[in-house]
């Protein structure tokens, strides 16, 4: 079974400065997809970032990217020119990639707060 | 609407009531799942369809909770005899692509539904 750890529960950080927000997960896959997901107070899950595993280059998508490390099994995020907007908790996800593969693994998520 | 859409977005119940919580996907999502996500976690898997067949339902925490999908597309969550540690957001979650092509198809959610248990 898959695992995923969030080891900060909680972070800040000022307007427009940087933040990266840790995630480790434990499998015995080689094929998987890691995701990072948003969740603002309105409850809705929103995909910010997606990574296969067999990719070696890390995903971007405007101010966010992750560092990925396969090896280590660590798949962070950074945001880039934090806007209050970014306030919201963050999920770090696990799907596996085999044939059946479906349901997501999600740790415990960080909350993340931005200060004008 | 363009997402997922759930019903109702906030359910009061006495302990022991049955309850009912629907999905409504994104049109043409041949997958929808359910989640679990208690207070300051994260979501963990229920279920799982793949159009009307039930592929896996070996996340449902007993056999009081039951899921259905009878056309493909509309989904209710039903939960019997219900009990204070059933409170908790449903979230609801549609994707494109088959099982297997769950990597390259990202599931969409819902606003969730907050079930609460007095």
């Known amino acids: 079974a898959q695992t995923v750890t969030q080891s900060q529960p909680e972070m800040s950080v000022q307007e427009a400065e940087t933040v990266t927000l840790s995630c480790t997960y434990d499998?015995?896959?080689?094929?998987?997809?890691l995701f990072w997901y948003k969740q603002p107070p309105s409850r809705q899950m929103i995909l910010v970032i997606r990574q296969e595993a067999y990719k070696q280059q890390n995903a971007t998508e405007n101010r966010f990217s992750v560092n990925f490390q396969k090896a280590a099994k660590s798949f962070s995020l950074k945001i880039s020119d934090s806007q209050l907007g970014d306030t919201a908790m963050y999920f770090c996800a696990f799907s596996y990639s085999g044939a059946g593969s479906y349901q997501l693994t999600f740790g415990k998520g960080t909350k993340l707060s931005v200060i004008p | 609407g363009a997402g997922v859409s759930q019903s109702p977005r906030y359910k009061v119940a006495k302990r022991g009531q049955d309850v009912a919580l629907r999905c409504d996907p994104i049109s043409g999502h041949v997958s929808l799942f359910w989640y679990q996500q208690a207070l300051g976690q994260g979501p963990e898997f229920l279920t799982y369809?793949?159009?009307?067949?039930?592929?896996?339902k070996s996340g449902l925490p007993s056999d009081r909770f039951f899921a259905e999908r009878p056309e493909g597309s509309v989904s209710t969550l039903k939960i019997q005899r219900t009990q204070q540690e059933d409170s908790a957001v449903y979230l609801c979650?549609?994707?494109?692509?088959?099982?297997?092509?769950?990597?390259?198809?990202?599931?969409?959610f819902g606003d969730g539904t907050r079930l609460s248990i007095l």
């Open positions: 369809f793949q159009n009307e067949a039930q592929l896996d």
């Open positions: 979650a549609s994707s494109l692509g088959n099982a297997g092509q769950i990597g390259n198809q990202p599931q969409h």
């Open positions: 499998t015995s896959e080689s094929n998987y997809y």
